[in-house]
């Protein structure tokens, strides 16, 4: 009987310790469901939401599942997703990836796209990347050889396009757009919105990320977690990642949440930034 009650004993122990380390193994912390919001984006059927995906992990630098995914976006169909994925591999230093940048813009039907890919190279050291502002210059390779049709043809039609070449230098000159997504639909959203006072308080934010007084945080937070504009939430959850204040990982943790999914996005960066 002892041997009996001592087997059901054990069994039933074994059975609790198992359930305890499903648990355990299955339980996610904020930074885990902050890859998962992300991973979700990025492979989300709407194009803004990967836009906002790729935008948001510049934020991420030395982070390989980061990289990772922006090497993915270098796929997408979407041609303002691979410009994003672009820019954030360049602005994270993912130096890792110049082949994978190479070999894409190699296949790159888009000048702004193919611009994008050279930008990105340039700031990861590689001087190939050169080559397509070289190009724009002369008309011809830094080897003295003309362009062929069809690359003559993409440079002229990025030349030809004063709004393309605006929202370009915009893009590239200024290298950030306060909310969850860059590129001509970000550029316009900025130009043709009606209410001018979230663009200034979000420019705003974007400047007090490098603030180190531990009151413009609180700020921030406020902001982030309570504003009405989601581009000012956005754009709060940016800067809060980027002044990468540990001590505030628990307050931004709402933003997990948020209603937008650009905005949603963005502090699941702030997050993971702030649990590394």
Not at 87 to 101: A, D, F, H, R, V
Not at 105 to 128: I, Q
Not at 204 to 211: F, M, Q, S
Request: charged fraction near 20%; glycine fraction near 8%.
């Amino acid at each position: 009987m002892r041997t009996i009650r001592g087997t059901v004993r054990y069994v039933v122990m074994a059975c609790a310790m198992l359930v305890i380390t499903t648990a355990v193994a299955t339980a996610q912390g904020p930074a885990d469901q902050a890859w998962d919001i992300l991973q979700s984006a990025a492979t989300n059927s709407t194009s803004t939401q990967r836009l906002a995906a790729m935008r948001v992990l510049q934020l991420l630098p030395g982070q390989a599942k980061a990289a990772q995914l922006a090497e993915q976006g270098l796929l997408d169909k979407d041609s303002a997703v691979r410009s994003s994925a672009a820019l954030s591999l360049g602005t994270m230093k993912s130096t890792g990836s110049i082949p994978k940048l190479i070999t894409a813009v190699h296949s790159e039907k888009d000048g702004d796209v193919v611009m994008a890919y050279a930008k990105a190279l340039t700031e990861l050291g590689d001087e190939r990347g050169y080559e397509a502002y070289y190009a724009i210059v002369t008309g011809t390779r830094k080897s003295g050889q003309g362009l062929a049709g069809g690359e003559e043809q993409e440079l002229n039609n990025i030349l030809k396009n004063p709004k393309q070449m605006e929202a370009m230098a915009f893009e590239q000159g200024i290298g950030f757009v306060p909310f969850g997504g860059i590129g001509f639909k970000a550029y316009n959203t900025i130009r043709s919105a009606q209410e001018k006072e979230p663009i200034v308080e979000a420019a705003a934010i974007r400047v007090l990320a490098t603030d180190p007084d531990p009151r413009t945080g609180k700020a921030l937070v406020t902001a982030a977690t309570s504003s009405k504009s989601p581009l000012v939430r956005a754009a709060a959850y940016d800067s809060l990642a980027r002044r990468a204040d540990k001590a505030l990982l628990a307050e931004i943790l709402p933003g997990l949440s948020d209603e937008t999914p650009e905005v949603k996005v963005t502090a699941a960066a702030a997050v993971i930034r702030l649990s590394e």
